[in-house]
């Protein structure tokens, strides 16, 4: 979804792995399976990225070799997204290049969303696809995958209602500097636009201490960042005896030897409470950025959307962060053309982003999802009105970020950094707050490191710099 703020450095860093950064109980990974190899293509967010992560590490544990190419791969996995029709269209249009395939003697495999989504329905569209499974079941992999290396050749894991969360011992992380860690998955908001709570099933929080082992063994391995992942991060409800609040998970991961830096996502704004702007005050290994999505800026759309709050209850949270003793980075999604939404209720929405002035917009031409509520409203908005609308809020934001940017000229930021241009002595990374700087410096090697950066100039949607030291 990243669309203006969050410029993915990670090919820059060069995200293929080497093998001291897969985080294994048992780094003695069985050779029975020497010869095998698997291609894994994700879509979508970045949980799915994350859970990518854990199946890779699934595979790489029963003797599988990664390969870059689908071609090379006896094993060709697909982890999909359907949070928009666009996003789900994707899926079907890699598979049929892959019609062919099967015959050579390749499985193929469709994972997360549009596996859940679809079900069976995939066996009927692309016969030659052999595993078809949801996140939710995802811990049963090891299962399917024995199935699959046994010669079945139609094999699904498409429950829902399990209470566990998928915890692997062995997980293979693409970024060396920055480890995600999803705390809870699944969603029990019940938007009326989408898939999520129908794909990912209920919330399922992880608890407490199996978090904070797991902080304690990506710091031992060289992480210093990490990100807690959810689709609603700040309803994480610890399902153990000592029922942690997140806000006190927060300040515990932060407190693990070695973290220097805590980021969290998603937030939904009825479960943002005052306890995490106190936590984002005391402790400065917290980052200073929220990402805080308000979908409408029209009360009445908020209203058919149910995202259980106003604006003016969303304009308090705002309030709360923007009093906050640090300055804290907002950030947020928009959807526009639900159905319904009148020139009246967009007009809103501008001026929500007038007033608010965020750090950064994923925004998003309303898509309608199957199984959802939206569905089936009355009043769709043309997709010429929709895009009408779309460039407009782009545009107002285009604004907002240049002149918000442009006020943080001759300001130092500590850099963490993570890019190498192919330009000498450019280097990048992204600030506390989220922002990607790209900067100049003399040093030779710069990678994984924390730098002062001066800021000298700044477009809409990065900043530039030079190292200070
Ligand atoms: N149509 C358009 N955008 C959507 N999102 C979720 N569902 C839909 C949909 N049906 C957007 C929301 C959410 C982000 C991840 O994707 O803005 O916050
Ligand atoms: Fe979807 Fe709403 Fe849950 Fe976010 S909070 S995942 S938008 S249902």
């Known amino acids: 979804m990243a669309e203006t703020f969050d410029i993915s450095l990670d090919s820059l860093a060069g995200r293929s792995v080497a093998p001291q950064n897969v985080a294994s109980s048992n780094s003695s990974a069985p050779s029975h399976r020497n010869g095998s190899t698997f291609f894994l293509e994700t879509f979508g967010c970045q949980m799915n990225d ?20 689908p071609g090379a791969a006896s094993l060709v996995l697909y982890n999909t997204c359907s949070i928009r029709e666009k996003a789900a269209q994707k899926v079907f249009s890699r598979l049929g290049e892959y019609r062919t395939k099967q015959a050579a003697g390749q499985i193929i495999g469709v994972l997360g969303c549009v596996a859940q989504q679809e079900g069976q329905e995939i066996f009927e569209r692309a016969p030659w696809v052999s595993l078809v499974c949801g996140s939710a079941s995802y811990r049963k992999l090891p299962d399917l995958l024995s199935q699959l290396e046994a010669g079945n050749q139609r094999v699904t894991g498409l429950d829902t209602d399990t209470d566990e969360t998928f915890e692997t011992p062995v997980t293979r992380r693409d970024n060396p500097w920055r480890a995600y860690l999803t705390i809870i998955e699944g969603c029990d908001k019940a938007c009326a636009y989408c898939v999520v709570p ?15 082992k797991e902080v304690r063994e990506l710091a031992n391995l060289g992480y210093s960042e990490v990100q807690l992942l959810g689709q609603t991060v700040n309803s994480y409800a610890d399902p153990s005896k000592r029922k942690m609040r997140f806000s006190d998970l927060l300040l515990a991961v932060a407190d693990v030897p070695g973290i220097r830096r805590v980021r969290f996502t998603t937030s939904h704004p009825r479960d943002f409470g005052a306890d995490i702007v106190a936590a984002l005050e005391a402790q400065p290994k917290l980052c200073n950025h929220v990402h805080l999505p308000v979908q409408s800026g029209s009360t009445r759309v908020l209203r058919a959307m149910t995202r259980t709050y106003t604006r003016d209850e969303y304009f308090e949270k705002v309030a709360m962060l923007r009093g906050a003793k640090r300055e804290i980075a907002i950030t947020t999604d928009i959807i526009v053309g639900f159905p319904g939404e009148t020139e009246a209720d967009f007009a809103e929405t501008l001026s929500l982003l007038e007033k608010v002035r ?35 809020l782009q545009e107002t934001q285009r604004k907002i970020q240049s002149q918000r940017n442009a006020t943080l000229v001759g300001n130092t ?17 992204h600030t506390a707050c989220h922002r990607v700087v790209n900067f100049a410096s003399q040093q030779r090697e710069l990678l ?3 730098v002062q950066v001066r800021v000298t100039g700044a477009g809409p949607n990065s900043l530039v710099g030079e190292q200070v030291t």
């Open 50 to 69: 994350h859970d990518s992560e854990k199946v890779a590490g699934v595979l790489l544990a029963r003797g599988y070799r990664q390969v870059e190419s």
């Open 198 to 212: 129908y794909t990912r099933g209920p919330e399922r929080s992880r608890a407490s201490d199996s978090v904070l």
């Open 358 to 392: 965020y750090d950064a917009l994923f925004s998003f031409k309303y898509s309608p999802r199957p199984n959802t509520p939206s569905l089936s409203m009355p009043d769709a908005i043309s997709e010429e009105e929709k895009s009408r609308r779309l460039a407009i």
């Open 413 to 429: 930021f500590e850099i963490l950094v993570s890019g190498k241009s192919r330009r000498e002595n450019q280097w990048s990374g």
């Open 448 to 450: 994984g490191t924390y």
